[in-house]
């Protein structure tokens, strides 16, 4: 055929009529997939909503689809989603985010103030606003959206993908019977319910963000944008296995989470899982039954000469790693030691006798212990400082070695000792710094007669002592740097940054060495919003008792050594405060004002704010004992 100028133009109008035959109009008729229960007829306001939607171009940033290879995003949309929408509105881009389950997601009057100031919702959004678009109009656009989608208005997690939806653990649970000798069974049932291998994998690859308290706090996790996992609440304490192994296996998106299934295999994955699940998401109360030290523990003995040198690279070591769960003083009671069952042991409460030597030390510290959350540090440190660790432990908690002499005097970098303090220093963030890590050892009074630190053989520092006048800001510096050599002062710079050590030398000097006038206004009756409304009936009401027994111990460890026995303010602390012994409470306290004055502390006072150290509960008893002190006119009658 003669490929004249007509045959050229009316074959192409043939074949491109086809294209569209075959393209548009073929599908339209053919196609019929099943409805599903996304689609749902549309309004008259839902479609002119939806019209609005396509005629301001909100398509080109926004796409209603849902594809398999979209983590976080949904169910892969289908066919049957769009059997109402004509023309189908799937978008070109996802500039914005995709909107195919946004339906009850945010409330009608969010997405009309989103659409007038995007960046008054989202900062960093780049949307563009729509305020030019009447009252009318916006409304209309947030009907159509408010029922796309599957409308449900909460989702506690995304579901896995279809790989790995329903999956179950496979790791089972042996059962065994307990040992009819007496026998120690805690390794055995340990290893044969593969836990060891898990919580090696965990300490391997997970406890550097997720820590061995398990909840994200781990020593590398606070370099994170977004913080790990803190497998102690919801959604990991209920999450089923699926939704586990599909986060473990592919990581977070938006996380540093990595994508484990690249160097884990499927059952060290689900291994480790089982670990997380019974040791930190839903822990029970087990022994740990380990029995004594065996085949290459068996009776060793530390190999290092026991010199101060040895004893403070061991402290660095603790304070590092351990203080979190063993706490500042050795006593168990370490800031992350929520719900671990079983809780750290004490080390100074006479469990830990002199015939525990060496091995039983060495050999708990390198391999764990069987149903609990201690780490088998053989994994993380080398042999030589692991028996650092034993030697610390030995000599300043259990002291069951004798301390070393220290032959020379204490030596600390030129530059620390000629540090400044700093402008940013905050008296307020020091008391709170003082009473979570530094109370404990010192006491509320800076005297050296903490709760936790009496039974130490190295007496911590009284603050009040007229020495220290003459001490520098470097030499405090270096000395909370540093700790004090041969002794059970942590080495505060292996944990607190600059700034909160700066906060904390702050508070010291100002209440214990130079003293800060007691400025605490006389009670008027009044106390801040927040507590006027306080309701012992409301707490009551809800299961809680108040024990005024409770309240008299807590009162006794931490009030008596400044308030008195009595609440006169005559403690035995106060008295030697060079700001001068505290005045007596009213006898008109209310409940509310105790509470508040005890939660938030009292400013510009040596007060602390006990919300960071006592629960509410404790609270409640200590108000009610005080209460008792003062003939009744407090809380808890």
Avoid at 158 to 178: F, G, I, K, M
Wanted: hydrophobic letters at 35%.
């Amino acid at each position: 055929m003669k490929m004249t100028f007509r045959t050229v133009i009316f074959g192409s109008l043939i074949v491109f009529f086809a294209v569209v035959l075959v393209a548009v109009f073929v599908p339209s008729l053919i196609w019929k997939p099943d409805q599903t229960i996304i689609a749902h007829p549309y309004t008259s306001l839902e479609e002119q909503g939806r019209k609005l939607f396509y005629s301001n171009g909100c398509n080109y940033c926004h796409t209603q689809y849902v594809r398999a290879e979209d983590l976080g995003m949904g169910p892969v949309s289908e066919g049957g989603n769009y059997v109402f929408d004509n023309p189908l509105i799937l978008g070109s881009e996802r500039t914005g985010p995709d909107l195919s389950y946004v339906g009850r997601k945010r409330s009608m009057d969010w997405i009309i103030g989103h659409f007038k100031d995007p960046r008054g919702y989202s900062p960093n959004s780049i949307m563009a606003s729509f305020e030019f678009l009447s009252d009318d109009d916006l409304t209309t656009i947030a009907a159509y959206l408010f029922e796309m989608g599957d409308r449900v208005a909460q989702e506690r997690m995304v579901l896995p993908p279809e790989e790995y939806a329903y999956l179950l653990n496979p790791e089972s649970n042996p059962q065994s019977a307990p040992s009819a000798d007496g026998s120690p069974l805690g390794w055995d049932t340990w290893n044969a319910a593969s836990l060891q291998e898990g919580k090696e994998v965990y300490t391997e690859y997970c406890l550097t963000c997720h820590g061995c308290a398990g909840n994200g706090l781990g020593s590398y996790g606070g370099t994170m944008m977004v913080t790990p996992a803190n497998f102690k609440q919801d959604p990991f304490r209920t999450m089923p296995d699926d939704q586990w192994f599909w986060h473990v296996s592919e990581g977070i998106p938006g996380t540093l989470m990595p994508t484990w299934k690249l160097s884990l295999s499927d059952d060290l994955r689900w291994k480790v899982i089982r670990y997380v699940q019974q040791i930190f998401a839903r822990p029970i109360m087990r022994d740990p039954d380990e029995g004594d030290p065996s085949g290459s523990y068996a009776n060793l003995t530390n190999p290092l000469t026991i010199d101060p040198q040895v004893i403070d690279e061991g402290k660095a070591i603790y304070i590092r790693e351990c203080l979190v769960c063993h706490g500042v003083a050795g006593h168990g009671d370490g800031p992350y030691i929520d719900q671990l069952q079983p809780p750290p042991p004490d080390f100074s409460d006479g469990s830990y006798p002199p015939s525990y030597g060496d091995a039983d030390f060495f050999w708990r510290i390198s391999e764990g212990l069987p149903w609990s959350a201690m780490p088998p540090w053989k994994l993380q440190y080398m042999e030589e400082e692991r028996w650092k660790l034993v030697s610390y432990i030995r000599v300043n908690f259990v002291q069951t070695v004798d301390r070393p002499k220290s032959e020379a005097t204490e030596k600390y970098p030129d530059i620390y000792l000629t540090q400044n303090m700093p402008d940013s220093v905050s008296f307020e963030r020091g008391k709170q710094t003082f009473l979570e890590y530094c109370a404990p050892c010192h006491g509320l009074s800076g005297q050296g007669d903490g709760w936790d630190g009496q039974y130490l053989d190295v007496k911590p520092a009284n603050f009040t002592d007229p020495n220290l006048l003459g001490m520098s800001n470097g030499d405090f510096f270096a000395r909370v740097s540093f700790g004090i050599q041969n002794s059970a002062m942590p080495t505060w710079g292996e944990w607190l940054p600059e700034d909160q050590r700066w906060d904390a030398i702050e508070f010291i000097q100002q209440a214990f060495i130079f003293g800060l006038p007691n400025q605490v206004s006389p009670y008027d009756g009044k106390t801040a919003d927040y507590v006027v409304t306080l309701s012992e009936d409301n707490w009551t009401g809800s299961g809680n008792v108040i024990d005024p027994d409770n309240g008299k111990s807590v009162y006794e460890q931490y009030c008596t050594t400044c308030h008195g026995d009595t609440g006169q303010g005559d403690g035995p602390g106060a008295i030697k405060l060079p700001s001068g012994a505290l005045a007596a409470f009213p006898d008109n306290l209310d409940s509310a004002y105790i509470f508040w004055r005890v939660f938030d502390g009292v400013p510009e006072s040596i007060m602390p704010p006990f919300r960071w150290a006592l629960e509410d509960g404790d609270i409640w008893d200590v108000g009610a004992y005080l209460s008792s002190l003062l003939g009744g006119q407090g809380g808890g009658q």
